[in-house]
Every structure is written in C-alpha cells, then in structure tokens.
C-alpha cells in the first residue's frame, strides 16, 4: 500500500499538485496565491517546488474528443457529418483565477529521496506495482522528461552532497592505478553553481554547465557542453565514475573498471538506464591569470543587414576558436548578443581578436539607403574574472534562464568543415551570388536569417515592441550560436588523447555520444516561446504551428550540415530519426542492447530516450 511504502522513505512521500493551484477555484486562496504570482517565473522557486519544472508547456497534456454531429433530416434518416475533434489542454492554466486547474502531466505523487536508500526503495515499489516513474532534480527539462501524468516521481534535488578528494582512484581499480588528482564527488541534487564553489575553494575548475542546471543527472548523461569544453573536453569526457540504481533497484558502480558498458552508456547515451545518485568528475587547474570576457550587443533590422552580420560572424568562429575563446551569439528579435570568454587571457589580447570584426560591423556592413538597414553596435565590454562562477554569469544567455512560459528549443552540430571553406569575414551582401559560389559561413547566414523570419511570425507572431526590441520578459524567438566544440572535444576523434595538467581523458570510443560532437565547431540551438491562446482548439492550432516551425527550422540546419547531428538534452521534441540524430546507428545499437540488459520492462522509459520506440506515444503501453 502506499501508507507501507511511504514508511519505507522515511515519510517523504508527497501528494503532488501542480504550484499555482492556489490561484484558480476552488482552491482559491489569497494569500497563497499572491505569493505564487511574486514567484511564478522564479526558476530558483520552480526548483524547490516538488511539482515545479521550468517550463510551462511541460506541465498540460492534451484531451482529444470527438463530436459526431448527428442530425435528423426530412427523410427520417441520419445525416452524419463528419466527425469534429476537439482538443482541451488538461493541467493547471497559468495564474489567473478565471482559467481551469487540472492535475495535467503534474505527477500524482512524489518521493524527495534524501538517500540512496529512498532512490532504491521508490525504484523497487514502482517495478513491483507497474507505476510509471519519472526522475526529477531541478526541472530544467526541454523534452518535458521530467515529469508524466498519473506518475510516480523520484525527485532527487536532496542529494546535494559536494566534496573534493585529493586522490580518487576508481572502485575495482587493479593494484598501481594511478590516483587522479582534486577529483569532485557529487550528488545528484548538486546544482553546478554549488559545484563551481567547491572546486574554486581548492584552486581548480570543472567542466560544467548553467549556475542552475544540475551537475549529476541528465546534463552530463546526454554529453554536457560548457564554454570550458574547447580546453578540456565534454562532460561526458570528464567523468570518472558512477553510482547508479538500476531498474533492479541494486546500487551499481560504472567505470572503466566495472560495468563498463553501463559506463559507456552513461556516457552520452542519455537518461533511462538508471538513476544517478553520485558522480565523480576530473577538475582542473584554475587558470592563474583568471578569465577574459567579451560582451556586445548588435541592433540589426533588416534581413539584408542581419545576415551580413551573421556572415561576418561565422566566419570568425575557426579564429577564435583557434585563439582560446569559446562561448555564444544569441540572435533574438532585432538584436545579436554576443559574449564569450578565454583563460588566462588579457583584455589586450580581447580587443586583437574581436576589433576586426567589430569594425566590419562599424564600418563595413552598410545595408540599403534606409536608416535603419546599417547596424549598431552597442555596448561592448572587455572584463576580467577572477572565478569560473563569475564567468558562466557573465556568458549566461539571459534567456535560458526564465522559467514559468511555453518554451521549445531545437539543436544542430555545425561542422568545422563548412567553417574552413573561409576565414575572412564579408563586408557585403552576398544575395547577388550563385550559391554555388557561396562559402560555408555565407550559405548558413543565409539558412538562418530564413529561419529567423519563420520564427517570428509562427504562434501568432509578436506584438510591435517584442518584434522590435525582444527583452527579458518577450517571448524568445531566435538562435543560439554557441562556440563550445573543436578544440579538446574534436581532439578526441579517432582515438586520440589530450593531455592535461594532471591527467590524459578517456578516448572518444568511451563515451556514446553522437560521433557528429567530435566534428562539430558551434552547436546551433534554436529558441521557440509562445503565450498560449486560451486552452481549446485555438491553443492547440498554435501549438502545432510553433512545433511546425521548430521542426522545419531544424530541417533546414540539417539541410546545410547534411551527416551531423542532433544534442539530445537540447533537441526538438519531434526531433525526426532521433536515434541517429541523438548517438549515430552504430552507437545506438549497442546501446539498445544495454538498455535491454539493465532496464528490460522499461521501467524508466522517457521521451525520445534509448528504447523508447518500443512505447506508445504516451509511454504508458508497450507496443
């Protein structure tokens, strides 16, 4: 029974219900509700919630019903007129009183394991009851894998155990391995944020992600980028060690040494084949001169003039990748927001790399007679930073870290092949050219200006001010450009080893990502928001239109970078041959062939997760 099982997590089973439900009827409550309107888009808030995720749209499902219509006519016979669908999105409507308040996808009830004991015991009720089971830390999910409707939940944000060890050698090591220097310990419920401190406390840095993001689960399990990733490789490059609860509910061990095609699979093959209660993570020396950063913004409101600009700046990327920068363009709206970073670096060495191309922007691009076809560079800064924590604020996108809105991304592994074709920036349109005649950088610009237009008018399109001028609180509708391959991850191809201060990485035949992360330059990731037209039909028409435009977005990427890839933490939700997008066919495979090892009923099947082709489209039902 459920009263049994509760005794068994020490009482930490919780009903779930979804955050704002104190603000619709009949739960109305003042005083609650007031407080959940100061908090509804506090990501931190979401986090602590045991029903909070990060993005809204995760939170609905949608009912489908049919009205036949039936009617009598003169004859005395029924006149049947085609079936009508109907479709009501089932969850809990934002926070105005007047909108209806359902369970939605909100898991019915949710364990906060504060142990390796309540993660094994909340693993074993669910096989033994056929439950379906969700694993939750933070709720920063843009495939909504972290929660289910009429699900149990395994909410793992109380593991929050951080700790440095001088000399981590890996359980089942044989006699003589050689110790790794300032390994990091982590539990699952570690934010990175907290991580940062803990190794910056003794001198060294590690390959992480978002302040916000957690440092254990599903960000390092699906490969995990960071703008360090240039220097030091992937996280999935950097991790030592596991200890993982298998669908079995026993505690395993992965590393090189033991199960080691759990391991392997761990490794990039994403969730689904166990929860993650502990990580041990290589960290680096700090870098002793601290880090350099630079920042610009670039106000671009022509077409013509944004993929100039945007040909200008793919074609710097090789350059600076080669000099030791990594980090990402935003393009939203009007406005491209640069920002990126290099260690050990001056603010001398800032202003050589990136003054040649800020005067193309200045100087060169001029666009039409209009006055407003010429770009305008505003606010460019060079910084220097003494912690990484520091750095990974300065570079944050602003707009990956709102929560409480209707949010989809798609991704795109762009070769460093298409970026060798030129190194030198054009300072004119090329719309006069034959494509044929057109460089790589030049023919991307042009494939993401194309997608830039869609955004913006799909869903219902902006109001005026958010089509011009984008902010904080207007819906994303744009790309990320984000400069976090080549380097140390491309150096891992074809089983090659870097070399760091302390230690040499694993070989890329060790880890299960997608082949296409060693080829890759720049990750592009595409940003879709919308604010739901009510929730009937209308809403539902919108949000086909919304994922019709992220699906054909990311179909023209593919397009261009015909045999790359997909980053699978950061995919489209339908996300077209996601098993080749996400790993490559040959490392799928082998990694379906593990899942069936350790997860045989699927116990912990997600969504465009390995396996998850053999379920039904709501994971409910094997097909």
């Known amino acids: 029974t459920w009263a049994a099982f509760n005794a068994t997590v020490g009482g930490r089973l919780i ?85 209806p308040c359902y369970q939605g996808a909100i898991p019915l009830y949710t364990v906060q394991a504060t142990t390796t004991e309540d993660v094994q015991e909340t693993v074993r009720f669910a096989a033994q009851n056929n439950l379906k089971l969700v694993i939750k830390n933070t709720g920063h999910d843009f495939l909504g894998r972290s929660t289910a409707p009429n699900a149990l939940s395994l909410w793992t944000h109380a593991l929050t155990d951080a700790t440095m060890v001088d000399g981590f050698i890996p359980e089942g090591s044989p006699p003589g391995t050689q110790a790794v220097n300032k390994a990091i310990v982590l539990g699952s419920g570690v934010l990175w944020r907290d991580a940062y401190v803990a190794a910056a406390a003794q001198g060294r840095i590690v390959v992480g992600g978002a302040d916000s993001v957690g440092a254990a689960g599903g960000y390092c399990l699906g490969g995990g980028h960071s703008p360090l990733s240039p220097h030091f490789g992937l996280c999935v490059d950097n991790v030592l060690e596991y200890k993982i609860v298998t669908a079995d509910s026993e505690l395993k061990v992965a590393n090189k040494y033991q199960n080691q095609d759990l391991f392997w699979a761990l490794r990039g093959g994403g969730p689904g084949f166990g929860v993650v209660v502990e990580a041990i993570y290589r960290t680096h020396p700090a870098p ?123 991704s795109r592994l762009i070769p460093q092949a298409l970026f060798e074709l030129n190194n030198n920036s054009s300072s004119t349109s090329s719309s006069d050219r034959k494509d044929n005649d057109k460089n790589g950088p030049e023919r991307l610009a042009e494939a993401l200006a194309d997608i830039h237009n869609d955004l913006q008018s799909c869903g219902g399109g902006l109001n005026l001010l958010e089509g011009l001028f984008g902010g904080p609180t207007a819906p994303a509708r744009g790309y990320l450009l ?44 595409i940003i879709l928001d919308w604010k739901p037209n009510g929730d009937g039909d209308k809403a539902y028409e919108q949000k086909k239109d919304v994922q019709r435009a992220m699906t054909s977005s990311i179909q023209r990427l593919a397009e261009a970078t015909p045999g790359s890839g997909a980053y699978l933490n950061e995919a489209d939700p339908q996300e077209p041959d996601w098993q080749n997008s996400f790993w490559g066919r040959e490392n799928y495979a082998r990694l379906y062939a593990i899942k069936q090892q350790v997860d045989p009923q699927g116990l912990l099947s997600c969504w465009h997760c390995v396996g998850s082709e053999d379920w039904d489209d709501d994971l409910m039902c094997p097909q």
């Not at 924590?389 to 944050?396: F, G």
């Not at 991850?489 to 090659?496: C, E, F, I, R, T």
């Open 482 to 525: 984000a400069l976090i391959a080549g380097g140390a991850v491309a150096a891992l191809d074809n089983n090659k080893t870097i070399t760091t201060s302390n230690a040499t990485t694993a070989t890329s035949t060790a880890t299960s990502i997608t082949p296409a992360w060693r080829k890759a330059l720049v990750l592009a990731m």
């Open 288 to 410: 002793t001169k601290g880090i350099v950063t630079a920042t610009a913004v670039i106000f671009t409101f022509t077409k013509e003039t944004r993929t100039a600009v945007l040909t200008a700046l793919l074609a710097h990327q090789q350059q600076w990748s080669q000099a030791g920068w990594s980090g990402s363009a935003r393009v939203e709206q009007t406005q491209i927001t640069l920002g990126y970073g290099i260690p050990d670096g001056t603010v001398h060495e800032a202003r050589a790399s990136f003054e040649p191309f800020l005067e193309l922007v200045r100087w060169k691009i001029q666009g039409s007679s209009f006055f407003l076809s010429k770009p305008i560079l505003f606010n460019v800064q060079y910084k220097h930073h003494d912690n990484l924590a520091a750095v990974m604020e300065a570079l944050k996108p602003v707009a990956l870290d709102v929560a409480g809105i209707h949010r989809i991304v798609g």
């Open 15 to 99: 009903s779930t219900r979804p955050i704002q439900r104190e603000c619709h009827d009949p739960y109305y409550n003042k005083t609650q509700c007031n407080q959940i309107r100061r908090q509804y888009s506090n990501l931190n808030w979401r986090m602590d919630q045991p029903g909070g995720i990060q993005y809204a749209n995760w939170e609905t499902t949608i009912i489908t019903a049919s009205n036949s219509n039936s009617i009598s006519n003169i004859n005395g016979r029924n006149d049947s007129r085609p079936m009508q669908k109907h479709h009501q999105f089932m969850g809990c409507m934002g926070i105005e009183r007047g909108m």
